[in-house]
């Protein structure tokens, strides 16, 4: 299988990343896809042809092998990280329909196309709740479906056409638990980056939202009249007849 594909696309990505996004295709890059390509498919290679069962039974090795093992561990982990990527895609999809929009428009209608504000914070946002979700779900299938993260020596098996209990034998089962629980401890560091650019995604969105409301508060005021504070003050310094303290006003 070939990765240059999914690698350009998280390249793309990453010039319109935060902080934490980075480090994210930083783990992404080294922990995961490159231990994918270079041990992960070796370690499995032919899976089938690795296991074996005391039973000459016709069909009786084939029929255990996908009774413990459905799906391929190592399919289901390069599915993974393929449904975690795709999400990146909206991302460069939204900044190319800026970029097309500015073109249409003949004008500069944003001050930075790759800033995440607007309909490109929510694009964001919803590819980081997506990805986290992926990742959740992912993790408790492959719980569920091979009951753990641990490879076994040996495999009872009783399913027919197997004439009695047969005892079958894993391929380099200590190998491939160590690859799993990489995996696994891989995603759960990816899940709590994503929480994090999430919070700070908020977080930001929020104090920008804070920073508008006292200028739009001093905006009322442009019309020729005094904010009340400032006509407050100037009664202080009035020292005639006229116009005594702010305390006598107020008694009146």
Same mark, same amino acid.
């Given at each position: +299988?070939? &990765? ?27 922990? $995961? ?18 296991? *074996? ?39 460069? +999809?939204?900044?190319?329909? $800026?970029?097309? $929009? ?17 309909? @490109? &914070? ?42 009695? *209990? ?10 491939? *638990?160590?690859? @799993? ?10 899940? @709590? ?60």
């Amino acid at each position: +299988m070939s &990765w240059s594909l999914l690698r350009d696309v998280l390249s793309g990505v990453n010039q319109y990343s935060t902080v934490v996004g980075r480090i994210w295709l930083s783990v992404m890059f080294l922990f $995961r896809v490159l231990v994918y390509v270079v041990a992960a498919e070796r370690v499995w290679g032919d899976e089938q042809k690795e296991f *074996t069962c005391n039973s000459e039974q016709p069909g009786c090795e084939n029929v255990c092998f996908d009774y413990f093992f459905p799906v391929s561990q190592a399919r289901l982990w390069a599915l993974q990280l393929i449904m975690v990527s795709t999400p990146s895609l909206l991302v460069v +999809m939204h900044v190319g329909y $800026r970029e097309r $929009r500015e073109k249409k428009h003949h004008k500069k209608l944003y001050k930075d196309k790759g800033d995440i504000d607007g309909g @490109l &914070w929510w694009t964001y946002f919803f590819s980081l709740v997506f990805k986290t979700g992926v990742e959740l779900g992912s993790l408790l299938i492959f719980n569920w479906m091979f009951h753990g993260f641990s490879v076994p020596r040996l495999l009872k098996c009783e399913t027919s056409p197997c004439p009695n *209990t047969v005892d079958c034998f894993v391929g380099r089962p200590t190998e491939k *638990t160590v690859f @799993l629980y990489c995996m696994a401890t891989t995603s759960s560091l990816c899940i @709590l980056l994503n929480i994090c650019e999430m919070s700070y995604l908020v977080v930001k969105h929020c104090s920008k939202y804070c920073e508008k409301i006292p200028s739009k508060k001093v905006q009322k005021f442009k019309c020729g009249c005094e904010p009340p504070q400032l006509k407050y003050d100037h009664l202080k310094t009035f020292k005639n007849g006229t116009a005594k303290s702010v305390a006598s006003i107020h008694s009146m």
